[in-house]
């Protein structure tokens, strides 16, 4: 829809009114304002303003009085947001300018000592790095509860036999508690991205203004302490300009999300007829609008989708971030949006996935079927030929091979081809070979650590619930 021409907005703007003699253009203050998106940091915003009012007045720079009238007012402000009756108005830009104006009408004049030894320049990276931290806390908790759920399903299945695949093709017996136990190891490392992610987010940008610091005696180590950062950033101007810590979050939010991808994509294999080896209730399926039989996996579809979103965030953030100057740029109000969507998609898909490992019902039966094809002990033969008759793998590779191209003339698996048959390609094999060449014996025999078999898939699940789960 074409818009109107630009006009004239009538007054000038409060932040720098003394400048500028009237207001900016309708389109111009439309571009400008972000306080449809920033309102989300309005309780940071309040919290990193109430320890920079305390240090203010313990340094002298605004009297003792100015300093609880700027906390009562900014407490009562919380109020009002969290119980919906404020309202945020797109003229004043932000939810800086939004909660200064509101305190102004609330206690006066010194509404205006807030500001002194900031800018909104330190102020907004400061309410970033605080929203994100938060964000990063809640986040660990949820894939800690995804931990849990994928560990719960691997102890009931430790024995549960399944093929395991490479190329998409059956390889070798394994468990399905070992293949869950896999995630449970990918989340671990995700979580491990996120916390070391979360200390470079712990460092605070406030107190470095614009971008060179302040003349006021301010004491950065006290306001920093008070917003539970480690530190204060060293240096001003990489302070208010940094924003990789929101490209890490982003890249490592890549990174999770491309896990819970894998994870819906064999979902999505495993409940179709042509595999069949679990069931996903009506909780986490959609229905057919023409096809009243259907039962589709949607939620695990969804979560396959939302990855391409995760992995788009982070080439949003990198684009517009690549070709700035240091240090501050109007771009960089479009930092935060990304952000947001990555951290509302990644609860969502995680509570999702949490959700489908309690839900989904594994069909044993069908599972061990899928076993009896494609000759998937054929490495416990080789590995029996190396063992027993003292052959080299490479050679006992070889003959397997031809061992194997027999039973598929023959159309029957390995431990269904006769003995004699197998001694016409090597006359070294014994009848002790039937030991080896069932997927029971296949599995059971995996016992190295990190490997498949039952006693093991449950002691790891036992340690991996004490390391990760505490």
């Not at 007012?73 to 939004?98: C, P, W, Y």
């Not at 206690?107 to 909104?120: Q, V």
């Not at 819906?264 to 069931?279: H, R, Y």
């Not at 599995?443 to 505490?470: I, N, W």
Request: proline share 4%.
């Amino acid at each position: 829809m074409a818009r109107k021409p630009p006009q004239k907005t009538a007054a000038a703007n409060a932040m720098w009114g003394g400048h500028y003699a009237s207001g900016p253009a309708a389109i111009m203050a439309e571009i400008n304002a972000s306080i449809d998106v920033d309102k989300r940091l309005y309780a940071e915003d309040i919290s990193a303003s109430q320890a920079h009012a305390a240090m203010l007045a313990q340094q002298g720079i605004i009297s003792a009085k100015d300093g609880r009238d700027i906390a009562r007012g900014l407490d009562q402000i919380l109020r009002e947001i969290e119980t919906g009756k404020f309202t945020f108005s797109a003229a004043l830009e932000d939810v800086h300018m939004n909660v200064e104006s509101r305190l102004r009408d609330l206690i006066g004049d010194a509404a205006g000592r807030l500001h002194t030894a900031r800018s909104r320049n330190d102020q907004v990276a400061t309410d970033f790095r605080l929203w994100l931290r938060g964000a990063l806390d809640h986040l660990d908790a949820a894939l800690r509860d995804l931990q849990a759920a994928f560990l719960d399903k691997a102890e009931a299945h430790a024995a549960t036999l399944m093929p395991g695949f490479t190329h998409l093709q059956a390889a070798q017996p394994v468990t399905f508690g070992h293949h869950l136990l896999a995630y449970v190891e990918m989340i671990a490392r995700d979580r491990a991205r996120f916390q070391d992610c979360r200390t470079r987010v712990n460092e605070m940008p406030l107190g470095a203004a614009a971008l060179a610091g302040t003349s006021f005696p301010i004491d950065r180590a006290m306001t920093a302490k008070a917003l539970g950062f480690d530190r204060p950033m060293a240096n001003s101007m990489d302070a208010v300009s940094a924003r990789d810590f929101a490209l890490e979050f982003l890249a490592d939010a890549g990174i999770l999300g491309i896990h819970l991808s894998r994870f819906a994509e064999e979902l999505v294999l495993w409940a179709s007829p042509a595999f069949g080896f679990i069931k996903l209730s009506e909780a986490f399926t959609t229905g057919s609008s023409i096809m009243p039989q259907k039962r589709n996996p949607d939620a695990a579809e969804l979560v396959r989708g939302k990855a391409g979103r995760l992995l788009g965030a982070f080439t949003n953030l990198c684009v517009m971030l690549k070709g700035l100057p240091l240090t501050y740029g109007k771009d960089m109000q479009e930092d935060k949006q990304p952000v947001f969507d990555a951290v509302d998609t990644l609860a969502l898909t995680i509570a999702a996935t949490a959700g489908m490992v309690r839900d989904m019902e594994p069909d044993a039966a069908a599972m061990r079927r899928a076993l009896d094809a494609g000759f998937i002990t054929a490495t416990d033969l080789a590995d029996w030929l190396v063992r027993e008759a003292n052959i080299p793998f490479r050679d006992a590779h070889h003959i397997t091979g031809k061992i194997v191209r027999l039973a598929e003339a023959k159309q029957c698996r390995l431990d269904e081809l006769p003995l004699a048959a197998m001694q016409g390609i090597d006359r070294r094999i014994t009848a002790a070979v039937f030991s080896v060449l069932t997927p029971e014996a296949a599995v059971k025999s995996r016992k190295s650590f990190g490997g498949t078999a039952p006693d093991r898939v449950k002691k790891a699940a036992q340690a991996a619930r004490k390391t990760y789960l505490g």
